[in-house]
């Protein structure tokens, strides 16, 4: 394929350096002279210095010989501008823009949905843009994910699956420290998948031969439900997440809250008919009086500090230290570490953090934080997602991109159509973790002598260096 990217930040630099190491022709545009020589001196691609809303400089880039259009500037306008550009001028491309403005993507969503009979009709986009992408959205989305699982791991869900995709960690001491495996269902009569383990700081696809150690860290697929077993196993429990502290009133912090709310209402008011008041168990906290003012309007139940939580005394002045769970999620993604970690040292038992990238992940991990978000990479995913063409409905990167889940519908032309998984197995390279069947209403996990046909729907997880050679195998191309 050939991608043209605008905007050379993080995102379009990852996302370049991704594109790139799947043998993809990309372009890459930005205006300003330092990013460039930066984005030129890191990836083997061509680099242009140039406003990528010009026509011009994207004709130069090669737009009419591209499949797809990626706009990720810091400016959402100029990225909604481009792919409006390029529709009126090539519609054929494919084009994406990151729009951070949550008004506008709420609005965008709901102009789609009012008008989607007519839209669909003309094959048009509202536009111009194929996808949109909000970070916050995707960020937001993750954090809930996080405190529904007590907040102790990270987590990945997928549409239409009883099955969750939890990553746990393996405790010195434990049942599973020193077993191989294969040797771990004897242990459990659930139904589980080790789909990864993180060993020394390398993450690999696992055999039955495969050694687990205390200070492992395993990716299980398996029913939510039974998290509790399998964290007794590894050496821990999960806890009862009840009292909650949010750091931060900006979008991000404010979506988590409306959808953690709403959740807490609709099941306080499911068990005893009334609503609940969250005051008690739940409290926002920004430094900016106008974010703290907003946030008191919209959640009237819920009590509003506007505050620095890193002030002396003020966490145990107000009982911080006593809550479960504190979540710093504001736009200062280096001081959510800080604050988690320093949070965690007053006595709270769990935190989450969000952070730029999975590099902090990893960096907030080790000091101690049970959870960390990386709100660049989701974004990153998103687009990769849309890029793999038709047949790829969804891709997540794990641990910084070393392995990679891809969802993905077998085409009628793949090479896997018709076989079972025990005979297009290669240890290694990649792990069938789910698959649903075309009249199944969901996923399953598979066994060796499960049959793969066309418009199967299948979940798996790749070794990122053989990305070309396991698509090209089911079929789903770039």
Known sequence: ??????????????????????????VLIDNDETTVRHASNRLDCNVILADGNNLDTLEEAGIENADALVCVTSNDEVNMITCSLVDSVYPKVLKIARVRNYAYYMNTSTAIQKHATKLSNENRHLYGIDFMIHPDV?????????????????????????????????????????????????????????????SDGETSLPSGATILRGGDYLGVLMHREDLSELLAMCGSKLKDVKKIALVGANRIGMIVAERLIQKRTSKFKKLFGIKSKMSQDFLIIDSDEQNAKAASEKFQNTKVFCADITEEGFVEEEGIDKFDLVICATQNYELNM??????????????????ANSAFGEVARKIGIEVAVPIRDSVVDSIMSHLRGESVTGIHSVNGGSLEIAEITIPEESEVNGKA??????????????????????????SGNTVLDKDDKIILIINANENDHVMHKFGAEQ
Do not use: C, W
């Open 1 to 26: 394929m050939k991608i043209v990217i605008v905007g050379a930040g993080f995102t379009g630099t990852q996302l370049a350096k991704r594109l790139i190491n799947g043998k993809n022709d990309v």
């Open 138 to 198: 995707e960020a937001a989305e993750a954090i809930v994910a996080a405190v529904e699982h007590g907040a102790i791991t990270d987590s990945l869900q997928f549409d239409n699956s009883s099955y969750e995709l939890i990553r746990v960690a393996v405790e010195k001491d434990s049942r599973l420290d020193g077993i191989a495996l294969q040797n771990m269902r004897k242990l459990t009569e659930k139904h589980f998948l080790v789909a990864y383990v993180e």
């Open 338 to 355: 800080v604050m988690a970690a320093y949070i965690e040292s007053l006595g709270v038992d769990n935190s989450i953090a969000l952070v």
């Open 421 to 446: 998984l025990k005979d297009i197995a290669e240890n290694g390279k990649f792990l069938v973790l789910q698959v649903q069947k075309k009249k199944e209403k969901s996923y399953s996990v598979p």
